[in-house]
Nanobody, 120 residues
């Protein structure tokens, strides 16, 4: 059993910043990759950013230069620093992790989601 718990959501004015955190817990042997996705009202869930166990990162074009993903392997935690936020960044943000458990099963786990609202 593995679990991803997000924190750090909220409301901010355009141009502001927020930082999301996502902590993985449970019977985890290793974490292959972690990332963030988002879903705006009436739209499908979309990719935001990922980071591999080796630290390689990938970003959606819409957030490049504004968002930064990072991870603390000792804490099984991934972060998303969001700067220069725009109203179109408003969405529910979901943490995702590809985890290898102590029973050698690979899980594609999701967090519960956290709301980000960018509005003046």
């Amino acid at each position: 059993q593995v679990q991803l718990v997000e924190s750090g959501g909220g409301s901010v004015q355009p141009g502001g910043s927020l930082r999301l955190s996502c902590a993985a817990s449970g019977s985890i042997l290793s974490i292959k990759a972690m990332g963030w996705y988002r879903q705006a009202p009436g739209k499908e869930r979309e990719f935001v950013a990922t980071i591999t166990s080796g630290g390689s990162t990938n970003y959606a074009d819409s957030v490049k230069g504004r968002f930064t993903i990072s991870r603390d392997n000792s804490k099984n935690t991934v972060y998303l620093q969001m700067n220069s936020l725009k109203p179109e960044d408003t969405a529910v943000y979901y943490c995702n992790g590809v985890l290898l458990t102590t029973t050698l099963r690979t899980y594609n786990a999701w967090g519960q989601g956290t709301q980000i609202t960018v509005s003046s």
